[in-house]
């Protein structure tokens, strides 16, 4: 098992650029949520490619009409099916109920790239493994990570920053 190292920093570039990151992320589920409700779904698949966090798919309480509808794949996600598959008397149905999904469908993609370059890490640290978490909490960014960057962040012990996200998980309760 790999260790896993604890660090934060203050630093404003690296606050902003988690903020953003969160932002966006926060963007991704309101445009998704409302995705959702247009197709009448509630349950939201998200794509976590590290370092990508995108839309990946919904999931409906009843199965959709497998006609219409591609079966569920092994995460329950359906999809409209194409409407090159569709004769003749269904094709134009099947066409409008594609080109909307795909109108409407959340394309905003949150990397945090930005972040890793800031801190002095990149993707490919973690390709073959590790882990990577962080979140933003009274003007500090946490970071808990297998890896070891060599920059400015203050190593702590994990007990700190067990503190600090109890106290951030009771404010975002709040």
Not at 18 to 46: C, I, P, W
Not at 74 to 99: C, S, Y
Not at 142 to 163: G, H, M, N, W
Request: hydrophobic letters at 40%.
């Amino acid at each position: 098992m790999a260790e896993v190292n604890y660090f934060k920093t203050d630093r404003a570039d690296v606050v902003a650029a988690v903020n953003h990151y969160f932002t966006e992320r926060q963007l991704l589920t309101d445009e998704s949520n409302v995705f959702a409700k247009k197709f009448g779904s509630d349950l939201v698949m998200y794509r976590t490619s590290f370092p990508d966090f995108s839309f990946g798919g919904l999931v409906f309480k009843e199965q959709k009409d497998i006609f219409r509808w591609t079966k569920p794949d092994e995460n329950r996600i359906q999809r409209p099916r194409p409407a090159t598959k569709f004769k003749t008397k269904d094709k134009a149905e099947q066409q409008k109920l594609v080109e909307e999904w795909y109108a409407a469908i959340p394309k905003r993609k949150v990397d945090m790239t930005p972040i890793l370059k800031l801190i002095g890490l990149c993707w490919s640290d973690f390709f073959l493994g590790g882990s990577f978490s962080f979140f933003e909490f009274d003007g500090f960014v946490y970071f808990k990570t297998s890896r070891k960057p060599d920059v400015f962040l203050i190593e702590i012990l994990a007990s700190e920053l067990q503190a600090a996200h109890e106290a951030w998980k009771a404010q975002a309760a709040a």
